[in-house]
């Protein structure tokens, strides 16, 4: 078994892992990067009444290319690999079915999609993405076994892996994780877990540059020390403060660390990653700067200016319409008036390409952010494809990390769900089939033990489809053609029609539904007809066998 972590141990591996993130720069980057997102990109310049303007174009492609690779419509399905299991296959349909309602609950349960759009747009902005799963036993679900699943968004700078030259999750000898708390809080959940020295623990300093938390003082830092037994394989679980223990450690069961992590852009030999915003960042000042030389340029020399003879006229009143008087002498030698000064066309050339550049080079181009009149769809459609190919990677990435966050879950459903009911679908094999007839697969509850995921052998696949403008222009056109071509039904058209077009339109599919079954049906009662001619069917079989009942 492993040596049990004490609080002096964990306070060290904290600080070891502030040492190199500072060393990094990964706070002040973070920092700034935060700073130029949300608009605030004359940070720590002294302007001097000057004009500061701000044209943020970055955060407009940020959101961009989040929206881009995430997705409305995203599932996880888990498909059975029977050949390695030593389960039925028709047991492990059914557990793979389970799975795939397990996993639709959580992703509502957790607002997923919400939480994905902020997982990329941490990773866009400051480099990385992280989530954090755990189990909440407090919460109620009608089980017996009561808690669900929680999985949350954790900052980069809250996040400390102990190789931190190794992006690899589940390699890493400990993660230690920390989060700021009240203290009032902490000293609750340290009287609750046991731990004699609960009225002990006060507020400190947070160390990670928030300007925002240091205007309060009464929080402190706890750590969550997660590490692997050598023994048993399974992660353990500790938390303190940086001088008072929390609660001991556990054996949590798990067999993975809790955590998906990703960057934006991968830099070699460390966990860390690069953000997109980070690159642009001079392309931004640029742009701020050009327009704040524009703007004093015109300030002192847009508006025409007059010049006059001081030894003539004592005074220049500038009164609308009044009346300046001269001391003799031909008027036209009193004053002169200086025409404006003329801004370089070229000051606004270049700022039209810096931003041009730096969005096409992003993928984010007029045709991709719909900055086109919709003439020709399909050609529309075949561009934003192609603009969208520079961001593959990145959105390979996240569907990698969800599949991580699968396996997470199964994790976690194996060790805390115990026995659940749960809705099945009811897969009759083909010797249960009357007559060879195939029954249509009926749902029926049962309770179901989520400890058997550990015997059967489940792959995740991911099933993601995008909800874009162009794709529902797309879309709308081809249900138009199958409709008019009869080669589907009305009700099957307004089913698959997207959501906005028709108002009402789920009441206009009961509607047709039920007009559809009121119309004549087969009658039963009437003796059904034998096939005649060669051969020996199934049902001539069973009427030979059984005989014919009127």
């Not at 353990?236 to 998906?260: F, H, N, R």
């Not at 589907?488 to 079954?517: F, H, M």
């Amino acid at each position: 078994m492993t040596k049990l972590p004490t609080v002096s141990h964990v306070a060290r591996c904290y600080e070891r892992g502030l040492q190199f993130n500072t060393e990094l720069g990964l706070y002040d980057t973070v920092t700034k990067n935060e700073n130029f997102f949300i608009g605030k990109q004359w940070e720590g310049v002294e302007s001097n009444g000057l004009p500061t303007p701000v044209f943020n174009f970055l955060k407009r492609v940020v959101l961009f290319q989040v929206a881009t690779v995430t997705s409305d419509n995203i599932a996880m399905q888990a498909s059975p690999l029977a050949s390695t299991s030593r389960l039925d296959l028709w047991d492990i349909d059914q557990m793979a079915d389970i799975l795939n309602k397990q996993f639709a609950a959580i992703f509502e349960r957790n607002q997923l999609v919400g939480l994905l759009r902020e997982y990329m747009r941490n990773a866009a902005v400051d480099g990385d993405g992280c989530l954090y799963t755990w189990f909440d036993p407090t919460i109620e679900n009608g089980q017996n076994v009561k808690g669900e699943l929680v999985t949350e968004v954790v900052e980069n700078t809250r996040v400390h892996f102990g190789n931190p030259n190794s992006r690899d999750v589940q390699s890493q000898p400990y993660i230690l994780l920390c989060r700021r708390m009240m203290v009032d809080e902490a000293q609750r959940l340290a009287k609750e877990n046991g731990s004699p020295d609960w009225e002990a623990i006060g507020p400190d300093h947070e160390d990670f540059h928030s300007p925002h938390d240091a205007m309060t003082d009464d929080k402190v830092t706890v750590l969550t020390y997660l590490y692997r037994d050598r023994k048993t394989g399974t992660i353990w679980k500790y938390v303190c403060t940086q001088s008072v223990e929390m609660a001991k450690a556990t054996d949590t069961g798990l067999t993975l660390y809790p955590i998906v992590w990703l960057n934006w852009d991968y830099v070699q030999d460390c966990y860390h990653g690069q953000a997109m915003i980070t690159g642009l960042i001079p392309n931004q000042i640029f742009i701020n700067k050009l327009f704040a030389m524009s703007m004093i340029s015109l300030m002192t020399t847009a508006y025409p200016k007059i010049v006059y003879d001081k030894t003539r006229i004592a005074s220049w009143d500038s009164r609308v319409g009044a009346a300046i008087g001269v001391n003799g002498g031909d008027m036209n030698a009193v004053a002169k008036i200086i025409d404006p000064a003329q801004i370089s066309p070229q000051i606004a050339q270049f700022i039209q390409l810096a931003v041009d550049y730096t969005q096409s080079f992003l993928g984010a181009s007029d045709v991709a952010m719909g900055n086109v009149n919709p003439t020709n769809t399909s050609a529309i459609v075949a561009l934003q494809r192609a603009s969208n190919i520079p961001m593959e990677i990145t959105k390979q990435n996240l569907y990698k990390s969800i599949e991580s966050l699968g396996r997470i879950y199964m994790d976690h459903m194996r060790n805390y769900y115990g026995v659940r009911h749960v809705q099945v679908n009811m897969n009759l094999k083909p010797e249960d089939m009357p007559l060879g007839i195939s029954l249509p697969n009926q749902q029926f509850n049962r309770a179901f033990d989520f400890s058997q995921l550990a015997q059967a052998p489940v792959s995740i696949q991911l099933d993601v489809g995008a909800s874009a403008y162009w794709s529902e222009i797309a879309t709308q056109q081809t249900l138009d053609n199958l409709l008019v071509q009869d080669k589907i039904d009305l009700v099957d058209y307004l089913e698959r029609i997207p959501n906005g077009y028709i108002t009402k339109k789920q009441e206009l599919i009961e509607k047709l539904r039920g007009a559809s079954a009121s119309s004549p049906v087969l009658d039963t009662n009437q003796p059904m007809p034998i096939p005649e001619g060669g051969g020996y069917g199934a049902l001539q079989r069973a009427i030979n066998e059984t005989g014919v009942v009127e």
